[in-house]
């Protein structure tokens, strides 16, 4: 007897409840991704991908790393292998996913965006999705932008360095034909990652450049730091994200961070403390600049990065050998957000964990500094990268609901490089819809459609566009 299809109309929706939350209250929403990580360049100079492994693998190192644990050599990964071989592989290595979130979001975006609802990936059906997926990218309506625009799109903020001059988003803003807001976001980590003082000096001969400011001095580096803070703004950036293994909130004074900075200027090395009294003298010297702008900030805690030494040096970053780290959070994350809430210098803030451990330290957390003005100012953010599954979502929702107000929810990002990955906000919500729906149907929360409904809308859209103002 043969079933639905895989993705269908109902997917993940097991209620009367969750099909009426999510087909009323969630499913035509605009999307606002308000953190991501596709190339501005990418964006500005729209174009179409040569085929379905450009679109799809180009870049993923979520799929790398499912590809490399089913035997799959490095060089249709990374390496130099035809296209048609890369993506046979990742066809191959599909069927050995089943309840990994890529299987999901494989067959959604086939359905999506390809119309293919009845066919499972696999090495049997490789050939064919290959000839389908590559004839609909070679039309103009199937353009990087398309994906989009497809997707119901109104704003994307994209992850970039203090000294990027940001060109390819003054193209995109000059472009009025094209409807989607694109905004910077002011990610500043390699501006305080001074353990590699070799490094950090090459970046500050960039940050020289794109200030237009010789930095001798700690009191001229912040000065430069301020004025590509402003330009950001004037760039219509609103959001300040770090990606960091855990707050850094050693005391050191002015006085100090000058000594230190004139080390590194000088080519000295750095002890571990020097090292660390640096980074929290920055860091909270961004948050004031944040509060300051009206910025929202963002903390992306808990990455234990590049941990396989050979491939790192081999490769690169972000190819796929990160890792979930078990840092101590909650101190620092204290003493630094008290530090800023003493000062009268706290901003909107988000809160996001990678351990799934510090879940319930983070969503109490937010608590602590709510300011009884600013509805759900501090916020407890969305599963993130290992967690960005079914169980995962669920908890963040779940913890999120205990500590806190889950109706004040700023909703989900995709944190993705790829333009195919918009389905993962239908992902989100249609598991939100069926988390409340199944208490509605067991009498855990009111059987009120238009109460859950307003909850359900406020978090796929209404309160990320209220709580960011773009």
Known sequence: MAGKPFIHDDFLLDTKWAKRLYHEYAEKLPIIDYHCHLPPELIAHDGNFRNITDAWLSGDHYKWRVMRANGVDERFCTGDAADWEKFLKWAETVPYLLKNPLYTWTHMELARFFGIKNMILSADTARKIWDICNEKLEDKNFSRRSFMLKSNVKVVCTTDDPVDFLEHHKTIASDTNFP????????????????????FKGWLSKLEETADIEISSLKDYLYAL????????????????????????????????????????????LGEDEILKFKSFMLHEFAVMDYESGWVQQFHLGALRNVNSKMFKKLGADKGYDTIGDFDIAHSLAKFLDRLESEGKLTKTILYNLNPSDNAVLACMTGNFQDGIIAGKMQYGSAWWFLDNEDGIMRQLQDLSN???LGRFVGMLTDSRSFLSYPRHEYFRRILCNMLGWDMERGRLPADIALVGKVVADISYNNAALYFGF
């Open 403 to 405: 500590m806190g107000l």
């Open 226 to 269: 301020k004025k590509r803070h402003d330009f950001f703004g004037k760039m219509g950036c609103r959001i300040s994200d770090h990606g960091l293994e855990t707050i850094y909130a050693e005391d050191c004074t002015e006085k100090e961070a000058e000594y230190i900075f004139k080390k590194i200027r000088h080519g000295r090395s």
């Open 180 to 199: 989607v807001k694109v905004f910077p976001t002011w990610r500043p980590d390699k501006g305080m990652a001074v353990e590699d003082i070799d490094a």
